[in-house]
């Protein structure tokens, strides 16, 4: 179904289709290599393979799903599809069990007990506002110790010492509630971080479900994902993973770790989270380290864009079938654009509404008609600016629940939320139609 099998793979189709950009000139893992990265999702480029790292003895590789025709590719559908593919993916009848078996290429190297050190990768400092290295790209592997289920996830990790590691966790995802359901709570909790992988897998990791996301990784590739055991710790871990950190969870011996740039858009708090005592480092020959620029197009874009915009979509059309959805990166996740064939002037708050109650992140709702491009943020403040009276067709919606993040809400995640409809209202004064100028092929005139 798909020639992406693992993270190489996976960049060989971003150089055969234009969109990776290889940087040779030497770059530091303070800041410069963030900055160079964050420019090219900015500016439209291609995802950037670092050749030549400072300190580093192995490429970096980041922004691998920081757009919808990265997406569409790691998907293996065209950028109109990448809503339907990922409803499709994310239908539970759909999934995949992984391939269990026991070899790997991240076993041909390996550090384990005294010989465990960090600083043998090379982690990058992102945002000067970090607290210092932290490790963003890796995918948490844990399996609830109740029912055998296995979990993917994304916690960010402070680096703090030679075999030790801070461990961000939310008590109300699946690894705090794992830990939590134990006959011992406090005791050590198995863990693996698997670094470098295809992107199926970390799509699959930003999606919140009752399932073990290697079966969402195994519905996009149309294929169970191998996995093997790691060298100490009792996880499926993906086998064709670039590098691998094994150790355990010790929920009650804390340290503050952070702060860290955060997909709000601020730098998050300093938090006193549980730390990890890293067992084994492993890695293939010649790895590639993975990293997601924080704070980010890819940071929002695989935990608020891709695995939410399906869920939208599903609220939205049982009131209205023809209308198109997008939940845009710069909102960080806080806002959503619908996109409708107005027939009925009550028809745009209705949607509003609806959005706001089919995620709980959503607090602004923007409703457009068909001439709007709800993908290009210039088209959208267009609308805004030029169909818009503020007083008639904004409405808000106080004390409503929220995420505890948004830097708008209280400590509990309550705030405003609020309904814009910028849809063309002829009935009030008829304009006619927009002024378009057809694209054309500039190469014909530009010689």
């Not at 410069?32 to 999702?41: G, M």
Request: aromatic share 6%.
């Amino acid at each position: 179904m798909s020639d992406i099998t693992d993270l190489r793979t996976y960049i060989g189709a971003l150089e055969a289709a234009g969109r990776l950009a290889r940087i040779s000139t030497p770059v530091s893992l303070d800041h410069e290599l963030a900055d160079v990265a964050a420019t090219l999702a900015r500016t439209g480029g291609g995802a950037p393979l670092f050749d030549n790292v400072v300190d580093s003895p192995w490429p970096i590789f980041a922004g691998a799903v920081a757009s919808r025709d990265r997406a569409a590719l790691a998907l293996g559908c065209t950028v109109d599809d990448v809503v339907d593919e990922m409803e499709r993916v994310l239908d539970p009848a759909r999934g995949l069990e992984p391939v269990r078996g026991g070899a790997a290429a991240w076993h041909d190297n390996t550090l384990k007990g005294d010989d465990v050190d960090l600083g043998v990768l090379p982690i990058p400092t992102h945002s000067r506002g970090d607290g210092g290295a932290f490790i963003t790209g890796a995918v948490t592997v844990t399996k609830d110790p109740v029912s055998g289920r296995g979990n993917l996830s994304y916690n960010r990790m402070l680096r703090m010492g030679r075999n030790l590691l801070g461990f961000n966790v939310n008590e109300w995802r699946d690894v705090g509630t794992f830990m939590k359901r134990r006959d011992d709570p406090a005791a050590p909790f198995p863990v693996a971080l698997a670094i470098g992988l295809d992107p199926a897998i970390t799509i699959a990791a930003g999606v919140r479900t009752e399932l073990d996301e290697l079966l969402i990784a195994g519905a996009i590739r149309g294929r169970g994902i191998p996995v093997c055991p790691g060298v100490t710790a009792d996880v499926d871990i993906p086998a064709d993973a670039e590098i691998v950190i094994e150790g355990v969870i010790r929920p009650e011996e804390r340290a503050p770790e952070g702060p860290l740039a955060e997909f709000h858009g601020y730098h998050g708090e300093l938090w006193n989270s549980p730390t990890v005592e890293v067992a084994a480092i492993s890695w293939r020959n010649d790895p590639v380290f993975q990293t997601i620029i924080p704070g980010w197009y890819e940071h929002v874009y695989i935990g608020n864009v891709l695995p939410r915009e399906p869920l939208l979509r599903r609220f939205i059309r049982h009131i209205e079938p023809a209308a198109v959805v997008h939940i845009p990166p710069y909102g960080n996740g806080f806002l959503a654009v619908i996109q409708i064939e107005r027939d009925n002037p009550g028809q745009p708050k209705n949607l509003a509404m609806a959005a706001m109650t089919a995620h709980i992140n959503i607090r602004n709702v923007v409703v457009v008609d068909r001439d709007v491009d709800i993908y290009d943020p210039a088209e959208v403040l267009w609308a805004i600016t030029n169909r818009v009276d503020w007083q008639r067709d904004v409405f808000t919606a106080p004390g409503a629940q929220g995420h505890e993040m948004d830097p708008v809400a209280d400590t509990r995640g309550v705030a405003t939320k609020l309904g814009i409809d910028a849809t063309y209202k002829p009935e009030r004064r008829d304009y006619g139609e927009r002024v378009v100028y057809p694209p054309v092929d500039l190469g014909r005139y530009l010689k």
